[in-house]
Every structure is written in structure tokens, then in C-alpha cells.
């Protein structure tokens, strides 16, 4: 299957900061990416989807202004958490597809702690 | 808004064992339905993709089943082993993919 590569895996940041996690897609064209955000022991809540080129549409209940999400290219896509806080500390992940069949491919991860 | 629904929450069955695990969706016009397997703290790992048009897929010990019409989803995972052990969750694809709440299973020895 395809590679998605998400990076940090992992980052510490102190409140207030900002913190940037990018999503690559290694060997395919990602016309849309999902960002989801995940607490322990609950399921994935999707965040936001994008579309290369627009903006990102948000769901309901997730502040775009705190949350930016960048899809300039078709292989890049970056989401920005600002002014973070302990209560932003989640697992974070994102998922990238091309055209075709719109199967999903997933990046790692990134698990952030705000202290 | 797309809903979707797995039951059960949690499952304990002792190895060797046949088990199926079911996914419902509120909204019949999807794309794809995938199934994922997730280990603790770790990211997810594809088990299986049905298009809208497909009614099963299988790999190995795993066969899952779609009826659009009727908005299920069905994994069956036969001759559970202890490795098997895991979250297993259900999306749909639509414009955006939704999971449901994921199946937790535990496979004894």
C-alpha cells in the first residue's frame, strides 16, 4: 500500500506554544487529507478534511483558529495546534487519498503532551 | 452527519475461536468501508477495504462482508489466536471517513 509519513511521533511542548505536525504522502498524489484527534480509550473523532488547494472544512465543535491546517501541495499537509494547553494533549493522526478507489492511508501518529 | 455504530464494545473469547465483529452505518451512499486494527497506544493498521460495489474481501483468517442497502458491515476473524488481540474499528468513506467506537478484543490462550 501507499506511505503516509507523519512527523514528530512524539513532542512535549510547554503551554501556550505552538506546535506543528506534518503529513506526507511518500508515493502517491493526496487529493484530500483527514486529520483526527484521538483521546485514550475513545475512537478516532475526525477533525477536519482537506482538499488540496481549499481550505479545510472543520467539524463541528473544532476551532479552525486554533487549529490550522495547511494543504498547499499534493503531498503536504501540515496541522498547527496554537496557544496549546493540557487539555489539547491527544493522539493525533492523519490520513491522506488519492483519486481512484479513495482508500485512506494513515501516517503513525503524532502524540502530543501539553505541560 | 454520518453515524457509525460497532458492536460489541468488547469481546473476550478464549483462542481458537470463530467471531465476528459488526459495523452499522446511518448513511447507505458510501464510497468504501474500511476495517482497521489498532494495538494500545500505537497508529492504525489496514485490515481490509470494500468498495461500494464489492460485497466481501478476505486476507488470510479475515473475510469481511458489506450490505450497503442495509447499512452492515461484518468481520469475521476465524481461528482467533492470542495475537489477534486488539481495537478493531470500522470507517466509512463518504466525502470526509468516519470510525465508529472500535470492537476491543481479547483473545485468551
Known amino acids: 500500500g501507499a506511505v503516509v509519513s507523519q512527523h514528530p511521533s512524539r513532542v512535549i511542548c510547554k503551554s501556550g506554544t505552538s506546535v506543528k505536525i506534518e503529513c506526507r504522502s511518500l508515493d502517491f498524489q493526496a487529493t484530500t487529507m483527514f486529520w483526527y484527534r484521538q483521546f485514550p480509550k475513545q475512537s478516532l473523532m475526525l477533525m477536519a478534511t482537506s482538499n488540496e488547494g481549499s481550505k479545510a472544512t472543520y467539524e463541528q465543535g473544532v476551532e479552525k483558529d486554533k487549529f490550522l491546517i495547511n494543504h498547499a501541495s499534493l503531498t503536504l499537509s501540515t496541522l498547527t495546534v496554537t496557544s496549546a494547553h493540557p487539555e489539547d494533549s491527544s493522539f493525533y493522526i492523519c490520513?491522506?487519498?488519492?483519486?481512484?478507489?479513495?482508500?485512506?492511508?494513515f501516517g503513525q501518529g503524532t502524540r502530543l503532551t501539553v505541560v | 452527519k454520518q453515524e457509525v455504530t460497532q458492536i460489541p464494545a468488547a469481546l473476550s473469547v478464549p483462542e481458537g475461536e470463530n467471531l465476528v465483529l459488526n459495523c452499522s452505518f446511518t448513511?447507505?451512499?458510501?464510497?468504501?468501508l474500511q476495517w482497521f486494527r489498532q494495538d494500545p497506544g500505537k497508529g492504525l493498521t489496514s485490515l481490509l477495504l470494500?468498495?461500494?460495489?464489492?460485497r466481501e474481501q478476505t486476507s488470510g483468517r479475515l473475510n469481511a462482508s458489506l450490505d450497503k442497502s442495509s447499512g452492515r458491515s461484518t468481520l469475521y476473524i476465524a481461528a482467533s489466536q492470542p495475537g489477534d488481540s486488539a481495537t478493531y474499528l470500522c470507517a466509512v468513506r463518504v466525502n470526509d471517513m468516519r470510525f465508529g467506537a472500535g470492537t476491543r478484543l481479547t483473545v485468551k490462550p
Open positions: 490520513s491522506a487519498s488519492g483519486t481512484g478507489d479513495l482508500e485512506a492511508f
Open positions: 470494500i468498495q461500494s460495489s464489492q
Open positions: 448513511d447507505s451512499a458510501i464510497y468504501n
